[in-house]
C-alpha cells in the first residue's frame, strides 16, 4: 500500500469526517475491507473444516469387540460377522426358493439351538417357533397374497413374568434375486441373533417380554411381517424396532418413530450409544417419494403397533445387487449397530412407558443428532413455540438492529429502512438464484442425457452445484454494494443488512414451515439461533457500530450451524445419490441432488458467502467459482470421470426378462406366441450407457404402443413392477422361443350360471411357479361381483379401464390355486366374451436357457443384469 493511502479508522469513516463522497467511498472500499486474498482463503477454511470434521465424524464407527471382551455383557461384532459369513455363504435367498425356505431357515434354528443352550434358566424361558403363514391384504388397489411363507420367532421372557405387554424385534432373512443379501437385512438378522445371545446370557433382567422376528419374505411386499399379526404372540407385541437396510457397511439412521409417543424418541436418546437420526429423514421417507418400504408400515397399519425404524442407509449401490456381500462390511459396522440395537432392547423392555401406552401417546418429536456426538429431542408442540419464538425474535432484532445503524449513521430510520427493502428484494432473488442456478446445470445436463455425472464421482458436485449455488447467494449483494451510493451508511453496515436480509427470509420461511406443520422447520430454527446470538451479543456491545467488528463473533458462532447444516446434508447427498440408480427413467435424478445440494449450500454458507465482501477483490471469488463450475462441467460431460459407472462398486441395474408371451382367443386358438427380452431400466440413462459395448441390443423398442393396446402391456409383471416401470419398458425381440422350466397352466374347472340368471361362476385351478401374478379386465358390460380374494378390492377399486391384480408368493407350498370369479352381467348373455384373464409367471429361481445364459455374459462390467425366465398368458373366457 503506497504512502498515499494511509488508513482510515473505521470510526472515523462511521462518524462522517470525511466528507468528499467519492474520497470517502475510495477510502471505504480500500481501507475498510480485508485484503485480497481474504475471502479465497476465507472459503478455504471452510472446507477444510468440513472435510476434517465432518466428514470423519460421518463415517466414525466404533471399534470392534472380539470374544475377549464377552464377559463385559456387550455386544460382540466378532461372532455376529461370523454368523454373517454363513449367512452369506447360502447365496440369494427369494421367498419361495430352496436356500430360503430351508437352507436359511436351518442356519437360523441351529444358531439360535446353540443360544437355547446357554440361556441362564434361572432367569430367562426361551422359546422358538417357526410360522408357516397364508394371508393376504390390500395396497395400491392391489391385492398381495401369500402362502405358506415362514418366520422364525424366538420369545425371550424374564422367568416368572406377568407382563402382558411385549417387545417386538423384527428383520427379514429373505432376499431380492441375485443378492446374497449380507446387508439387507443380514447385517440385521445377525445382530438379533447377537443381542439375543448376549441378553439371554447375562444376568441383567428386563421386565416386559422380548419377541425376536426374523421373517422370510419381505422383499416381495412385506408378506411375512404381515403374516406374523396372526401369530400367537402378535396380539401381546405393542412396540416394535424394526431393522432393515438400503445400504452395506456404515452406520444405521433412525428414520421413522411412533406414531405419535414421543416417549419412544426420548427411549432412543438414553440408549442408542451411537446415534444417528433426523426428523427430516422421517418427513422425507414417509411422503413415499424414496423407492423403499419397509415392515415397519405393515405393523403401525394392520397391527397398530408404535415403534422405531432404523436402518442402514451408507454404500447402497450394492443394494439389492449382487455385489451385496459380506467384504463391504467391517465388523465395526456390526458393532455400531449391535451397541444401538442392544441398548435400545434393554432400555425398550423395561420402559414403565409400555405398562401403560395411552397414558403417553400425545403428540410427535422434533429430533436429530449433532456430528453422531450428542442427540436433541423435544416434542412437537414445544418445537412449533421454539420456532415461532426464534423467528419472531429473528424479526425484532433485526428491527432494533435498523435502528442502531440509523442512530449511528445520523440518518433516519426510515432510511435504513427503506435501504432494506430493497436489499431484502435482492436477498429474495439471491435465494432463488442460489437454489436454481444448480437446478439450471441439472436440466441442462439432463437434457443433453449426461444425467448421473456424479454417481461415481461425488466430488463433481462442488463445482456442478456447489459453486453456482454460491454464486448465486452472492451475486445480487456483490452487485449492490458495488453499484450503491449511500455516503451516509457505511460499507460495513450495509453489508450487515445483507445478511440480515438473509435471517428475514429465513425467518419467514420458518414460520411457514411450521404454519404447514413441518417438523423439519427445526433447520431454519437452529441456524437462526447461532444468528441472533451473535446478533444480540453486538447490540449489547460497541461491536455492532464499529465497522467489521460485528463479524468476529458471527463468525465464531456460524462454526456450529456449518457444521450440523453440513453433515445434515452430505449425509443426504451420501444416502441418496446411490438411489437415484433406480429411480427409473421418467424422473431426472439430477434434480433431485441438485435441490439438495443447494438447499445444504443455502443452510451451511448462507451467511457466510455473503461475508466473503469485505474483501477488497471479492470479485475474484466469483471468477474463481466460475472456473471451479466451467472445469468441473468439461470434466463432468467429456471424460471418463464423468461416466456414472464403475465395476462393483457403482454398478448400472439392468432389469429384464426373458419372457415370452402367449395370447389366447375366445376359441382358444393362440393369436400371438413370441418371445424376447423386458428391460426395465433402473436409471435416467436407460440403455444409452450400453449402446457400443459386447451386449447386441439391436431392435430394442419401446412398449408403449404394446401398454395401449394389451392388459398391463401384454408382458410378465416383473418382480418389482409399477406403472413407470411397464410404460417405459422396452422390448428386445428374439426368434428362438424362451425356454421356462415348465409351462403354467390355467384350467377351468367349471362355468355355472348362478340362479339368478344374471350371474355366472367360473371356477380354476392354477398350476404356476412361486411368484406369480393375476390380470382380471371384465368386458365394459361385466362387472365382477365376487371371488376367491379380498372382496374390499372390487367395493374400492377406482379404475374401471385397468385390469384387477393379484400378486401371489408361494413359500414351502407351491401346490395349484384353486379359485372362483362370479361375474354378473344385466342381460344375462354369458355365450359371449366376459373377462380377459392374464396369468404372469416369473421363474425367479431358474438362470435360464442357453441364449439367454449367453446375452446375460455379453453385458460389460460395469452393468449388472438381473434377469429370469417369465411367462405371460392371456385368457379369454
Not at 485480497?36 to 466428514?55: C, I
Not at 436356500?99 to 442356519?107: H, L, P, S
Not at 367349471?750 to 411368484?771: C, G, I, M, W, Y
Request: proline share 4%; net charge neutral.
Amino acid at each position: 500500500m503506497g504512502d498515499t493511502d494511509k488508513p482510515v479508522s473505521y470510526e472515523r469513516i462511521e462518524d462522517g469526517v470525511d466528507s468528499k463522497p467519492q474520497e470517502y467511498r475510495k477510502k471505504l472500499e480500500q481501507n475498510s475491507t480485508g485484503p485480497w486474498y481474504f475471502a479465497s482463503n476465507f472459503l478455504l477454511f471452510w472446507a477444510l473444516l468440513f472435510l476434517a470434521v465432518v466428514v470423519p465424524l460421518l463415517y466414525r464407527l466404533p471399534v470392534a469387540n472380539t470374544i475377549e471382551d464377552a464377559s463385559k455383557g456387550g455386544f460382540i461384532a466378532e461372532r455376529a460377522y461370523d454368523n454373517l459369513y454363513e449367512f452369506d455363504k447360502i447365496g440369494p435367498k427369494v421367498t419361495g426358493s430352496d436356500a430360503n425356505e430351508n437352507k436359511t431357515v436351518q442356519f437360523l434354528l441351529k444358531e439360535l439351538a446353540l443360544i437355547q443352550q446357554s440361556v441362564l434358566d434361572d432367569y430367562f424361558d426361551m422359546e422358538i417357533d417357526v410360522q408357516v403363514t397364508s394371508g393376504s391384504y390390500l395396497k395400491s388397489e392391489i391385492i398381495y397374497m401369500y402362502r405358506a411363507v415362514q418366520n422364525v420367532i424366538v420369545k425371550l421372557s424374564p422367568k416368572n413374568s406377568t407382563s402382558d405387554t411385549y417387545l417386538l424385534v423384527n428383520s427379514h432373512f429373505d432376499s431380492k434375486p441375485t443378492s446374497p443379501s449380507a446387508g439387507d437385512a443380514g447385517h440385521m438378522v445377525v445382530t438379533i441373533l447377537e443381542v439375543l445371545r448376549v441378553m439371554s446370557t447375562t444376568k441383567q433382567t428386563f421386565e416386559h417380554p422380548i419377541v425376536f422376528l426374523i421373517n422370510g419374505a419381505e422383499e416381495k411386499s412385506l408378506l411375512a411381517a404381515h403374516g406374523f399379526i396372526s401369530h400367537k404372540w402378535a396380539t401381546f407385541c405393542k412396540v416394535v424396532l424394526n431393522l432393515d437396510a438400503a445400504g452395506s457397511g456404515g452406520r444405521e439412521i433412525l428414520f421413522q418413530t411412533g406414531p405419535n409417543h414421543p416417549w419412544l424418541v426420548d427411549s432412543y436418546k438414553k440408549n442408542a450409544k451411537h446415534p444417528f437420526a433426523t426428523t427430516m429423514a422421517e418427513e422425507i421417507f414417509q411422503t413415499g417419494l424414496l423407492p423403499s418400504d419397509t415392515d415397519f408400515r405393515i405393523f403401525t397399519q394392520y397391527a397398530d403397533l408404535i415403534g422405531l425404524d432404523l436402518g442402514q442407509c451408507f454404500n447402497g449401490y450394492v443394494y439389492h445387487t449382487r455385489y451385496d456381500r459380506i467384504d463391504v462390511i467391517p465388523r465395526t459396522s456390526l458393532q455400531n449397530t449391535g451397541d444401538n440395537v442392544l441398548g435400545l432392547v434393554r432400555g425398550l423392555s423395561n420402559a414403565t412407558e409400555l405398562r401403560n401406552l395411552n397414558a403417553y401417546s400425545e403428540g410427535h418429536a422434533v429430533f436429530f443428532d449433532v456430528l453422531g456426538l450428542y442427540f436433541v429431542s423435544y416434542s412437537e408442540s414445544n418445537g412449533i413455540i421454539f420456532n415461532y419464538a426464534v423467528a419472531g425474535a429473528t424479526i425484532v432484532l433485526i428491527f432494533v438492529s435498523l435502528w442502531r445503524t440509523a442512530s449511528a449513521s445520523n440518518v433516519f430510520t426510515g432510511h435504513v429502512v427503506g435501504w432494506f427493502i430493497l436489499i431484502l428484494v435482492l436477498q429474495v432473488i439471491a435465494l432463488l438464484l442460489g437454489l436454481g442456478l444448480p437446478v439450471v446445470v441439472a436440466y441442462l445436463f439432463d437434457k443433453y442425457g449426461l444425467s448421473l455425472t456424479y454417481y461415481s464421482t461425488p466430488a463433481l458436485l462442488i463445482g456442478l452445484y456447489v459453486c453456482p449455488s454460491l454464486i448465486g447467494l452472492s451475486l445480487p449483494s456483490f452487485i449492490y454494494l458495488k453499484l450503491q451510493r449511500d455516503d451516509k451508511v457505511s460499507f460495513a453496515k450495509q453489508l450487515q443488512l445483507v445478511l440480515h436480509g438473509h435471517a428475514t427470509i429465513l425467518a419467514l420461511l420458518g414460520f411457514g414451515l411450521t404454519l404447514y406443520g413441518l417438523r423439519t422447520a427445526y433447520v431454519v430454527t437452529w441456524t437462526l439461533v447461532f444468528y441472533i446470538i451473535p446478533l444480540a451479543i453486538n447490540l449489547l456491545t460497541t461491536l455492532h457500530d464499529r465497522g467489521f467488528a460485528w463479524t468476529g463473533v458471527l463468525k465464531a458462532f456460524q462454526v456450529i450451524p456449518f457444521l450440523y447444516n453440513s453433515y445434515l446434508f452430505y449425509t443426504f447427498v451420501v444416502v441418496l445419490t446411490p438411489m437415484m440408480g433406480r429411480f427409473g427413467l421418467s424422473t431426472n435424478p439430477d434434480l433431485i441432488v441438485s435441490a439438495l445440494t443447494a438447499l445444504g449450500t443455502i443452510f451451511s454458507l448462507g451467511f457466510l458467502v455473503l461475508l466473503v465482501h469485505i474483501s477488497r477483490r471479492s470479485s475474484l471469488i466469483f471468477l474463481g467459482l466460475l472456473a471451479v463450475t466451467a472445469l468441473t462441467v468439461y470434466t463432468a460431460s467429456s471424460t471418463q470421470i464423468g461416466f456414472p459407472y464403475r465395476p462393483k462398486t457403482n454398478v448400472e441395474r439392468v432389469h429384464y426378462l426373458q419372457a415370452r408371451r402367449v395370447f389366447y382367443e375366445y376359441d382358444g386358438t393362440v393369436s400371438k406366441d413370441e418371445s424376447g427380452y423386458v428391460f426395465d431400466f433402473q436409471d435416467r440413462r436407460g440403455a444409452a450407457p450400453l449402446m457400443g459395448t459386447k451386449v447386441n441390443l439391436t431392435g430394442l423398442v419401446s412398449m408403449k404402443s404394446d401398454c395401449e393396446k394389451y392388459m398391463m402391456c401384454g408382458v410378465p409383471l416383473n418382480y418389482k413392477s409399477t406403472e413407470s416401470s411397464r410404460v417405459n419398458g422396452m422390448w428386445l425381440p428374439r426368434e428362438q422361443p424362451i425356454e421356462t422350466p415348465s409351462v403354467p397352466v390355467l384350467e377351468l374347472l367349471s362355468k355355472t350360471v348362478l340362479a339368478d340368471n344374471k350371474t355366472v361362476r367360473f371356477e380354476f385351478n392354477l398350476t404356476s411357479p412361486d411368484q406369480t401374478s393375476l390380470l382380471i379386465q371384465p368386458y365394459e358390460d361385466v362387472t365382477v361381483s365376487n371371488w376367491s380374494f379380498l372382496l374390499s378390492l372390487l367395493e374400492s377399486k377406482t379404475s374401471s379401464s385397468s385390469p384387477f391384480c393379484i400378486n401371489i408368493s408361494y413359500g414351502i407350498d407351491s401346490s395349484p390355486l384353486n379359485f372362483f370369479i362370479e361375474l354378473t352381467k344385466p342381460n344375462g348373455d354369458f355365450k359371449v366374451p366376459l373377462f380377459k384373464i392374464g396369468v404372469s409367471s416369473l421363474f425367479i429361481h431358474s438362470k435360464g436357457d442357453a441364449l439367454s445364459l449367453k446375452l446375460a455374459a455379453s453385458f460389460p462390467s460395469f452393468a449388472v443384469a438381473i434377469q429370469f425366465p417369465a411367462m405371460y398368458q392371456r385368457y379369454i373366457y
